[in-house]
């Protein structure tokens, strides 16, 4: 394991950051080269504690010269947003000084332009200056796992329809209860690699890209950082990195029978009905994640005016589906997000182009 460090220079004299990247080498030049990031979003560490175990497994296999394709793994993606601190709360999902959220605005270019990301860095300020980073590495590769999480949530993932179903080994490894389909539409992470890669050829775009893959991982919820889950996990990202024959594990390749094929629901984001609180209060949920729903069911009550009559106000399940997640705030506020359900109909409400809240 080689470790580097990029190293970013603050926007004020006397302050620089230090983004430490693992590398493991292959021995096979043909065989897919792959980058995993995680904690984009400082606070969100399920990805990070995985990564620290599936490190543990790749030392190992390179001691026994196991590791066929280039492996970087980048633990702690963020290091501007984990030294954020408000009033004594971690923000690590937006830039303080911006406010940009740091999963969105990287730059989207050709893979033919992959240097010009690293080239005058002096001209940006140090948040962007990451983003440039972290895209130049990922570019080196073929497959690019983000790994984030979200509040209160199932294991799922947003997956560009160029990837599917290609991608659903890694859905079935890492035991994922549903994938949204995204459009690649806006400037997160994951969909600025795609971007990439469907224009390299610039002009012209492709939109099938066999032997690639450009994934945003959702790692179940932010509080969801725990040992057996996180070895599970490297687990079953190991497993995914097996079969793709990224790294040699001949007991997997024995293996009977094969690792289960992924049965969960695929939807396009369209289908995602997102539950918004009508008033602000104090929220009480009667369903939980993972629950199926039908329409018409109660989801949740917000007491807007307590102790009032009619001071409270019920929401209920637009059409059938499963819930995906959930806030986990209790006061809400008009408009706020309180649940995302995967449903078999595109939901009637209008979004935003590109993935949802990753
Ligand atoms: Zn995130």
Redesign the pocket.
């Known amino acids: 394991m080689d470790v580097s460090e990029i190293i970013i220079p603050g926007d004020t004299p006397g302050s620089e950051w230090r983004l430490p990247a693992l590398r493991f080498s292959g021995s096979d030049p043909k065989a897919p080269k792959t980058y995993i990031q995680a904690a984009?979003?400082a606070g969100?560490l399920p990805g990070t504690v995985l990564l620290h175990f599936l490190c543990e497994r790749l030392r190992q296999a390179e001691s026994e010269g196991r590791i066929a394709g280039d492996v970087t793994v980048v633990p702690q993606a963020n290091p501007i947003g984990a030294a954020q601190s408000h009033f004594g709360e971690l923000q690590g999902?937006f830039d303080l000084g911006s406010r940009t959220n740091f999963?969105r605005d990287f730059p989207l270019i050709s893979v033919a332009d992959r240097a010009t990301l690293v080239e005058d860095l002096d001209d940006y300020p140090a948040t962007d200056r990451l983003k440039r980073q972290l895209l130049h590495m990922a570019l080196g590769a073929d497959l690019v796992l983000d790994l984030?999480?979200?509040d209160e949530s199932l294991q799922y993932a947003y997956i560009d329809e160029a990837f599917w179903p290609e991608a659903a080994d890694l859905a079935a490894a890492l035991d994922m209860e549903a994938v949204l389909l995204s459009d690649g539409e806006s400037s997160a992470f994951e969909e600025a690699v795609g971007f990439a890669w469907k224009y390299e050829i610039p002009g012209e775009r492709q939109s099938r890209l066999p032997g690639k893959l450009s994934v945003?991982v959702?790692l179940r919820g932010k509080r969801d950082v725990d040992p057996a889950l996180a070895r599970k996990d490297a687990d079953g990202l190991w497993r995914f990195l097996a079969a793709r024959r990224i790294v040699n594990d001949e007991r997997m390749w024995d293996e009977k029978p094969s690792p289960a094929a992924f049965s969960g629901p695929a939807v396009p984001l369209d289908n995602v009905e997102i539950v918004r609180a009508p008033a602000g209060g104090a929220v009480l949920f009667h369903r939980k994640i993972g629950e199926r729903v039908a329409e018409g069911d109660l989801l949740a009550t917000i007491v807007t005016r307590p102790g009032q009559p009619d001071g409270s106000v019920d929401l209920h399940a637009p059409q059938d589906g499963l819930i995906l997640t959930r806030t986990s705030d209790r006061l809400v506020r008009r408009r706020g997000d309180l649940m995302k359900i995967v449903c078999d109909s595109p939901s009637k409400a209008s979004r935003k182009a590109g993935a949802l809240e990753?």
């Open positions: 984009l979003h969100e999902r999963n984030h999480c979200d945003t959702e990753n």
